[in-house]
């Protein structure tokens, strides 16, 4: 099965800006050993992940009553930062969140992907 493993919040984490460049180098290894572990896990595979733009850098579409309004910046409800995230095959959901402990100590969210027709 697939999973989606959204970065949501910087959870006891500094914001990236706010790190010295040692505590930054820091992160990128708990980042590169989420991506060892992937490669060691039997059945697990990680299939892509990208960081993403600050929130002031978003382009929010919405459709209401048939009609597309573009605006800039993030999705109102959104409090949380989203940092990045993870496209990952694993077998089970276990296996993710123990890979995910990896991870710097960020609010994590874990969804499966979808398979449809």
């Known amino acids: 099965m697939k999973y989606f493993v959204l970065l949501a919040g910087y959870g006891e984490t500094k914001p990236w800006d706010e790190l010295t460049p040692e505590e930054q180098g820091a992160e990128m290894a708990k980042h590169g050993a989420f991506a060892e572990g992937c490669e060691r896990e039997e059945g697990v595979d990680l299939l892509g992940g990208e ?16 009609e597309l309004t573009i605006t800039d910046g993030p999705f109102a409800e959104v409090a949380e930062h989203l ?10 959901l276990d296996t993710v969140i123990a890979l995910c402990r990896r991870l710097p100590a960020y609010d994590i969210e874990i969804r499966p992907v979808l398979e449809l027709p």
């Open 83 to 92: 940092g990045g995230y993870y496209l990952v095959e694993a077998p089970d």
């Open 51 to 66: 960081a993403l733009g600050e929130g002031s850098t978003a382009t929010t579409l919405r459709t209401r009553g048939g």
